[in-house]
């Protein structure tokens, strides 16, 4: 039973260089979410999805995009990083809009 | 902007001791929660307060909610060195969207 899995786990960028985490869910959760986390600073709602097929902005979204590939998957993408997107990154899923259910997180370094 | 406001940032107790962590909120809600975070992990959904309650149990944990005060606290009873983590509340309204504090850092120490 994995629930919520991220990859990758660990990355190092370079300023302007680009990426995509992955997030795949085997729940079957209408739900989906992208969060950022810096120290003191609890988590920060990048983007969701309420549903297959839609996807909004939260709270950060600028530098990133995102596209809800199926039910199971959920990606982020920085098309090109900067160092204040030094961060980690969780994504999360819900079958009821409320409980959210996290994956171990992407620890993103950019140089 | 964050909705959510732990207090205190950090709190370090005993084993077999009770932790009292509090938040507070902004604007009105439908549903407060508390997640525990462990060093290097994902947060995991500790308990579910919906507006009309006023107080919740879930083996350890007790949640009360004050909406007249925009307040909750969560009381970890009889603590162990496994409670040894970060915790969070988060909020909602009507919209699936989440809003997390800072969150609390609890050491337990043995």
């Known amino acids: 039973n994995a629930g919520v899995t991220q990859t990758p786990k660990f990355q190092v960028l370079k300023t302007g260089q680009s990426m995509t985490l992955q997030c795949a869910q085997d729940m079957n959760h209408n739900s989906m979410y992208w969060y950022r986390q810096d120290p003191g600073m609890g988590l920060r709602l990048i983007y969701y999805s309420a549903s297959e097929g839609t996807t909004d902005k939260g709270e950060v979204p600028n530098g990133y995009n995102v596209s809800r590939l199926n039910k199971r998957e959920f990606s982020l993408r920085l098309e090109s990083a900067a160092p204040s997107q030094t961060s980690v990154y969780f994504c999360?899923?819900?079958?009821?809009?409320?409980?959210?259910?996290f994956g171990a997180g992407t620890r993103l370094s950019v140089l | 902007s964050q909705q959510g406001e732990e207090d205190p940032q950090a709190l370090s107790i005993q084993e077999g001791e009770n932790a009292t962590m509090n938040c507070s909120y902004k604007t009105s809600i439908n549903n407060l929660q508390w997640y525990r975070q462990n060093s290097g992990r994902g947060l995991v959904h500790l308990i579910l307060i919906r507006s009309n309650e006023r107080e919740k149990h879930s083996g350890r944990l007790r949640v009360t909610l004050d909406t007249s005060k925009k307040s909750s606290s969560l009381l970890i009873t009889a603590s162990r060195a496994a409670d040894t983590a970060s915790y969070f509340c988060a909020t909602d309204k009507d919209d699936y969207k989440l809003s997390f504090g800072a969150g609390t850092t609890v050491t337990v120490r043995a």
């Open positions: 999360a899923s819900s079958g009821d809009g409320r409980i959210q259910y």
